[in-house]
């Protein structure tokens, strides 16, 4: 197993994401026989941190990582969880939240604790003092109920700057989703050079993309090949995230023992990419978001022209997402922040900014899509 410095800590490059723990025949019910296997295999061949949730599972992962976490000694593995503030009406019970959360994990302590998914939606919220939240969770590190203290992010880099510019000289680490993916469409390589810059950690979440990096279809594996050829789509995947040394934990949402086995098999050692592979895996990338993205250049053209002044561009992003995503949360979270007159359905489809659109997007044809998929 790889391990990476983080303090005075000997942390596994591979951690176990208990966001997607193997389910029974329900579909919705954990496996708890089947997870606990999992556990011990993990421990067993050297990981040591383990991630959950509030909300992960219905609010039963942080249940399970109670009853089955507590078997092995307490200094055996590190524990994250997070404090839920992506659902607003948690602001303002951090306290009632955390005790709790020490209950279910069956804890005294936890390792690294996480002001969870900063986003547009709650990032007034998050740093609105009134709610007491900063506070209250510095208390505990002080008290020694939080050793490590940080966050984790889906908004946008303008987002996670605000948060940082208020909550970043007590952050400790912080969590982004990347891949190779979302290496520059959702902006993660600047959030790096920021986290770099401020000298934070990087802990990374999706690195498959919620299982969409497995499974690549015929043509992206056979490019992968070309780039690797002892590798696998999962496999190789990890290798990208093992090229960047900023980052610490790569959080892995396995369901299944062959996950975990295969997984640890890539992180018995490092083997990052070298320029000219990295140059090749960005290249995939871009034709691989090109079949699902429409080329909007922001030029803000549009714009100028839009008489519901529609933020055009980041609509088109937003859709953009949705269409890799293939639904997801992150952008039907954004568009619930908007005004509803900023929304795509305030499109009226008079196509002015389609005149001016330098790529001959269909714009109207986007929006209206957009509001359909949003309401289906």
């Given at each position: 197993m790889i391990y990476k410095n983080f303090k005075d800590l000997k942390l596994s490059n591979l951690g176990v994401g208990m966001m997607r723990l193997p389910l029974k025949e329900d579909k919705i019910t954990i496996d708890e026989e089947h997870a606990a296997r999992m556990i011990e295999y993990a421990i067993n061949n050297g990981i040591n941190y383990f991630?959950?949730?509030?909300?992960?599972?219905?609010?039963?992962?942080?249940?399970?990582?109670?009853?089955?976490?507590?078997?092995?000694?307490?200094?055996?593995?590190?524990?994250?969880?997070?404090?839920?503030?992506?659902?607003?009406?948690?602001?303002?019970?951090?306290?009632?939240?955390?005790?709790?959360?020490?209950?279910?994990?069956?804890?005294?302590?936890?390792?690294?604790?996480?002001?969870?998914?900063?986003?547009?939606?709650?990032?007034?919220?998050?740093?609105?003092?009134?709610?007491?939240?900063?506070?209250?969770?510095?208390?505990?590190?002080?008290?020694?109920?939080i050793k490590h203290f940080?966050?984790?992010?889906?908004?946008?880099?303008?987002?996670?700057?605000?948060?940082?510019?208020?909550?970043?000289?007590?952050?400790?680490?912080?969590?982004?989703?990347?891949?190779?993916?979302?290496?520059?469409?959702?902006?993660?390589?600047?959030?790096?050079?920021?986290?770099?810059?401020?000298g934070i950690p990087v802990w990374v979440m999706e690195p498959?993309?919620?299982g969409k990096l497995a499974n690549v279809g015929e043509e992206n594996e056979a490019r992968i090949k070309e780039i690797r050829n002892d590798e696998t789509p999962v496999s190789f995947a990890f290798r990208f995230l093992q090229s960047f040394p900023e980052v610490t934990v790569i959080l892995s949402g396995m369901s299944s023992m062959d996950q975990l086995t295969d997984n640890i098999k890539t992180f018995e050692e490092a083997k990052p990419l070298n320029e000219d592979?990295?140059?090749?895996?960005?290249d995939l990338a871009k034709d691989m978001l090109s079949k699902n993205v429409l080329p909007c250049t922001e030029c803000r053209y549009?714009?100028?022209?839009?008489?519901?002044?529609?933020?055009?561009?980041?609509?088109?992003?937003?859709?953009?997402?949705?269409?890799?995503?293939g639904g997801g949360f992150i952008?039907?979270?954004?568009?619930?922040?908007?005004?509803?007159?900023?929304?795509?359905?305030?499109?009226?489809?008079?196509?002015?900014?389609?005149?001016?659109?330098?790529q001959n997007i269909k714009i109207s044809e986007a929006m209206a899509d957009f509001t359909n998929k949003l309401n289906g």
């Amino acid at each position: 197993m790889i391990y990476k410095n983080f303090k005075d800590l000997k942390l596994s490059n591979l951690g176990v994401g208990m966001m997607r723990l193997p389910l029974k025949e329900d579909k919705i019910t954990i496996d708890e026989e089947h997870a606990a296997r999992m556990i011990e295999y993990a421990i067993n061949n050297g990981i040591n941190y383990f991630d959950t949730a509030w909300g992960y599972h219905g609010g039963e992962s942080e249940m399970v990582a109670g009853r089955l976490l507590s078997k092995y000694p307490r200094e055996s593995y590190y524990l994250a969880s997070k404090f839920p503030g992506y659902d607003l009406s948690n602001m303002g019970k951090v306290e009632e939240i955390f005790e709790r959360q020490l209950e279910k994990c069956q804890t005294e302590y936890f390792d690294f604790y996480l002001i969870h998914n900063v986003c547009e939606k709650n990032i007034n919220e998050y740093l609105d003092p009134k709610y007491g939240t900063l506070d209250y969770l510095l208390k505990q590190k002080e008290n020694g109920r939080i050793k490590h203290f940080g966050f984790s992010v889906h908004g946008t880099l303008d987002v996670t700057k605000r948060f940082l510019e208020v909550y970043g000289k007590y952050m400790e680490f912080g969590q982004i989703q990347l891949n190779y993916l979302d290496y520059e469409f959702q902006d993660a390589k600047a959030k790096m050079e920021l986290f770099k810059e401020l000298g934070i950690p990087v802990w990374v979440m999706e690195p498959i993309r919620g299982g969409k990096l497995a499974n690549v279809g015929e043509e992206n594996e056979a490019r992968i090949k070309e780039i690797r050829n002892d590798e696998t789509p999962v496999s190789f995947a990890f290798r990208f995230l093992q090229s960047f040394p900023e980052v610490t934990v790569i959080l892995s949402g396995m369901s299944s023992m062959d996950q975990l086995t295969d997984n640890i098999k890539t992180f018995e050692e490092a083997k990052p990419l070298n320029e000219d592979e990295m140059r090749k895996t960005l290249d995939l990338a871009k034709d691989m978001l090109s079949k699902n993205v429409l080329p909007c250049t922001e030029c803000r053209y549009c714009t100028e022209y839009c008489p519901q002044k529609l933020e055009i561009p980041e609509l088109i992003s937003l859709y953009n997402e949705f269409n890799v995503t293939g639904g997801g949360f992150i952008a039907p979270m954004r568009i619930e922040t908007m005004a509803d007159d900023k929304k795509p359905s305030a499109c009226i489809g008079c196509k002015s900014c389609e005149a001016v659109c330098p790529q001959n997007i269909k714009i109207s044809e986007a929006m209206a899509d957009f509001t359909n998929k949003l309401n289906g």
